[in-house]
């Protein structure tokens, strides 16, 4: 055999065809930098920058403690599959039972398993965009086709009823929706939901994958639905899935889930039986003391996330060149970049991309963003406000005299 990277033509063709996670390397990227001794402002990763709260801590000591050591179930503990059957209940109103749901290692399994155990090659998602980095990749990673629908900001960056109808064909299997929306963080209305759900129901070979993961990260009020509870009659064919990553800041713990049809559910559990088993035991415990325990500190953190949101979004429309819509959910900033496309930055480099700005941002200017092109729409820029405040000013500073100094 000859050196390691002329081994490519081993990798299978469905990876191949597989872009890397960029929100993953801009993070590998900045920490890299900052372990160089590099003071680089991390707006990369979309992670909170809370600690997960002493109460859930404190359930994971405590199973350890009493040796909850072993392999469970593989797809979830009865007790967590209890609390997210009463959660979905409480915060969604809608019922399941156990067999209805999937405890997964975070919310990228759930998502992975469920496309893993469905598509078959040339099936067809429709992948509203901007998107999650990952939503076209793992199609493509498991045979299938994203069909990427764009959105303007015009539009709130949404899909609209009628662009859904446009892209659904005899091939279409799932429609993925995300709101809270990474990276814009747009949320439909309830009466966008269910304008969605009309033309989904004069289509009913469309599954729909919702993914929920930021629902407890709403601003001014905004009042978050998903899609089965709102058109009911997709209920046997939505998979609602959400996790502790974000809204209870356990993104280490590795504990997503999802709710859906019995079949769904069983063939997912075969893809877990035969792959990775059951998530981490010690973390299911945490994450019923997470669904269980108090959420009283959500509002607070929102408190908090609010007044991040508020400020960057006014500090970056004030920079020549930048254009920020308010969001009303997640943790993320979408700004158009378009002004700064044919400038040259005080060091002469030459911005023809996205892609460009946000390299020569964390060369230049040492911030970690990542560029519109990696949830395909450009020209943007993602900046996550998960951060504290001194660093969010300290970012607007650097990129407003990024800005004065392009030519
Ligand atoms: N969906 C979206 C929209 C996300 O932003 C993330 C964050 N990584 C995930 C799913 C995955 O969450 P987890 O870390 O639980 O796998
Ligand atoms: N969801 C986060 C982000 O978009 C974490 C990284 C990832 O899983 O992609 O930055």
Redesign the pocket.
Known sequence: MSKSNANSEFISRNLARVAPSA?MAVTQAAREMKAKGIDVISLGA?EPDFDTPDHIKAAASEAIAAGKTNYTNVDGISELKEQICYKFQRDNGLSYSFEQVNVSP????V?FNALLATLNAGDEVIVPAPC?V?YPEMVRMVGGTPIIVKSESANGFKLSPAQLEDAITPRTKWLML?SP??PTGACYSRDELTALGEVLLRHPHVLVLT?D??EHLVYDGFEFFTIAQVVPELYERTLT?N????AYAM?GW???YGAGPEWLIRAMAKVMGQSTSNPCSVSQWAAVAALSGPHDFIAEWNKAYTARRNYVVKALNAIDGLTCLTPDGAFYVYPDCNDWIGQTTASGTLLSTDVDIAEAVLRESHIALVPGTAFHSSPHLRLSYATDMNSLKEACSRLSAFAKNLI
């Open positions: 929100t979309g975070g919310g990228k399994p998502l999650w990952s995300n929306s990474n993914d993961i930021y899935m996790g502790v990553s974000k993104t590795r504990i997503g």
